[in-house]
């Protein structure tokens, strides 16, 4: 019989709290493919003063990150990361981008060279004159094949159960049978596509949209105007992956990972909340953050930062005028009505 295999999850925030309630399920529904248990790591901190992987593994529950939501037994949550991914055959990635490299580098030597990775990770890194892709970066620094997973998939509603669909881009037919049962229920819809470049583009690139949604709301545009910057989003997100990465396709855009998700972001996500309360409140967005999201973390405004670079390097920000209109109205001091200004004068 075959090796079954082991998963271990590499992160447990929001979304990998609520992606753990799905695995945990799946593994044990899938007893001839997959080992039972399954490793988190938990980047540790005290919550009322004992450590939250003690809480995780006693109460089953994610207190801080994903409270009321009751996690399967078999997830055992670990707070040494080489031990979590000791022996996996699966690497599943979910943890804000800011912390991929320093995570990926301490794994290097305890890797399998035939472990895969699947990267659920939102966001695009500046370096060198380039934009990286997460799931490509962790390829390379451990020398694995990376799949990528991206959706309109707000976490607490995933963890509710509340029906949803997401879009993996797989490497190989097989790779895609084999993420299909480690993630898929009748509530959270896959659908496996193999564009993996067009899904983190989408994934990424909402996030620096949904701002622009929450500065509309925040100055109280109305449901019109954020129809708008939702619409002239996605063209830029459209545009932006033909032009600087090849072989992106226009169909991926109609998926889960893109309209779908840049909706349901605009609507009903942590940027969009976030971008909403600093209009008018004087207060800088980082400081917003830590008061909103008790821990939790916004990819948005680093995405339109690292977006930003990239565009001027290339002398192209007047190319891309909503992005960067949502990169000067955080980062600059611009008048947040330069959002209203950029879309009644510039034309796709
Ligand atoms: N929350 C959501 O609804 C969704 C999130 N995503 C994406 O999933 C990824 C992970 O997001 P979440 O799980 O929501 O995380 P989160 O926003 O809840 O982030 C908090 C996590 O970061 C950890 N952390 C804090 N400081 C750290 C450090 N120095 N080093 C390492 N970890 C540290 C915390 O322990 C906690 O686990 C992001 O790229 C996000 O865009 C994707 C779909 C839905
Ligand atoms: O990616 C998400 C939904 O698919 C969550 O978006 P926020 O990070 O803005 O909450």
């Not at 990286?132 to 991206?150: D, H, P, Q, R, V």
């Not at 037919?173 to 596509?193: R, S, W």
């Not at 954020?226 to 396709?249: D, S």
């Not at 889960?256 to 349901?264: E, M, N, P, Q």
Request: glycine share 8%; aromatic share 8%; with cysteine.
């Amino acid at each position: 019989m075959a090796q079954k295999l082991k998963v271990a999850i590499i992160g447990s925030g929001n979304w990998g709290s609520a992606i753990s309630k799905i695995i945990g399920n799946n593994v044990k529904l899938h007893p001839d493919i997959f080992q039972e248990d399954v490793n988190m790591w938990v980047f540790q901190e005290q919550v009322d003063g004992k450590n939250l992987t003690d809480i995780i593994n006693e109460k089953h529950e994610n207190v801080k990150y994903l409270p009321g939501i009751p996690l399967p037994e078999n997830i055992h949550a670990v707070s040494d990361v080489k031990e979590t991914a000791s022996g996996a055959n699966i690497l599943v990635f979910v943890l804000p981008h800011q912390f991929v490299y320093k995570v990926c580098e301490s794994l290097k030597d305890v890797i399998s060279p035939d472990c895969k990775a699947i990267s659920l990770i939102k966001g695009l890194d500046f370096q060198d004159n380039n934009l990286t892709l997460f799931s490509e970066e962790i390829e390379k620094i451990l020398g694995i094949s990376c799949a990528c997973l991206s959706g309109a998939n707000i976490a607490s509603e995933v963890a509710e159960e509340k029906f949803g669909e997401t879009t993996i881009a797989a490497k190989t037919e097989e790779d895609g049978k084999i993420f299909e049962k480690l993630f898929h229920t009748p509530n959270f819809d896959v659908k496996i596509i193999n564009d993996h470049v067009g899904v983190e583009v989408c994934g990424s690139l909402k996030n620096v949209i949904a701002i622009g949604a929450g500065i509309c709301d925040g100055l109280d545009y109305g449901n019109n105007t954020k129809a708008a910057v939702i619409r002239r989003g996605l063209l830029e997100m459209r545009k932006f992956g033909k032009t600087f990465f090849g072989g992106v396709r226009t169909e991926t855009f109609f998926e889960s990972c893109g309209v779908a998700d840049l909706i349901t972001t605009c609507a009903g996500g942590r940027n969009r909340k976030v971008a909403a309360a600093f209009i008018n409140s004087g207060k800088s967005i980082d400081e917003i953050e830590k008061e909103m999201l008790n821990g939790q973390k916004l990819q948005g405004t680093t995405t339109a930062l690292e977006v930003h670079r990239f565009l001027e390097s290339k002398n192209m920000t007047d190319e891309f005028p909503l992005m960067t209109a949502i990169y000067r109205i955080v980062y600059e001091g611009a008048p947040p009505e330069l959002l209203a200004e950029n879309l009644r004068t510039r034309k796709f």
